[in-house]
């Protein structure tokens, strides 16, 4: 039986753990061959080995994508080695919380090299070749699938600038999605809420302690593969259908 995606080409971002290898691997359990970009090596090379295994093709792309010049090497790499790009997840993010009053704003410019410039770098470069897929490719169709966040939808002391960077992430999406959804590259923003990843591991002890692991206590949170069923259901909608926002919360949480 040919699977959904067969054909195709997807790039994710952030692939080396979390929502990102969960996505990979369900995207090549649909048919398709995805390019794995991360800074972690070693990580990326276990996943595309397990992707391997499991009959799959998996591409490993070593880059910073804070840096736009390695950005628009991780696209070129996936278009020159899997042939096409049909597929683009920016998954990517770092959230550091904490008040405004008094923090160090190097950790707000990390947040949005990552979060905002990553993901425009790397949307940027992706473009062209997915306006060719949504010509001529198997499916007739293109995706982009932002990675946001419910901090992207409300806000809150202490994620004021991991606010900014998300509701940024959203203001994009549908920007973009109203310049180019017509000619069929969908352009969609997918909003999780608590999910078992190392999103909170990069905050001191202190922000750990008093805003984090609170926001986890009773409620049964998600799991990457919660999120990146979101996604996989987002990019193998039918040519016709495109679903421009999805929010997924764990349900106490909701």
């Known amino acids: 039986m040919t699977s959904t995606l067969t054909g195709t080409v997807a790039l994710v971002t952030g692939a080396s753990s979390g929502i990102g290898a ?11 061959a995805v390019a794995l970009v991360a800074r972690r090596e070693d990580r990326l090379e276990d996943l595309a080995a ?13 880059a910073d994508i804070t840096d736009r010049t390695e950005a628009e090497a991780a696209v070129a790499q996936t278009v020159a080695h899997l042939g096409r790009l049909d597929i683009l ?22 947040m949005i090299a990552v979060n905002n410039q990553g993901l425009l770098y790397t949307t940027h470069a992706a473009l062209p070749h997915l306006l060719q897929a949504a010509q ?29 960077t998300k509701f940024g992430v959203s203001g994009f999406t549908e920007a973009l999605r109203q310049e180019i959804t017509k000619r069929h590259v969908r352009v969609s923003v997918l909003e999780p809420g608590a999910v078992t990843t190392e ?11 008093e805003m984090i692991s609170p926001f986890f206590t009773g409620v049964e949170v998600l799991t990457p593969d919660d999120v990146a069923d979101g996604v996989t259901y987002m990019v193998t909608r039918p040519r016709h259908a495109a679903i421009g926002e999805l929010w997924i919360m764990p349900t106490e949480q909701a």
């Open 22 to 32: 969960a996505t990979a691997r369900q995207l090549a359990e649909h048919g398709a």
């Open 50 to 62: 397990d992707i391997h295994k499991t009959g799959g093709t998996a591409l490993v792309v070593v």
């Open 136 to 164: 001529g490719g198997p499916r007739r169709v293109a995706d982009i699938v932002n990675i946001s966040s419910v901090a992207g939808r409300t806000a809150g002391s202490g994620y004021g600038v991991y606010n900014l």
């Open 199 to 209: 999103l909170g591991s990069h905050n001191s002890e202190q922000v750990q302690s």
């Open 89 to 110: 997840v920016n998954n990517a993010g770092l959230m550091l919380l904490g008040p405004v009053v008094g923090t160090d704003p190097d950790e707000w410019d990390r």
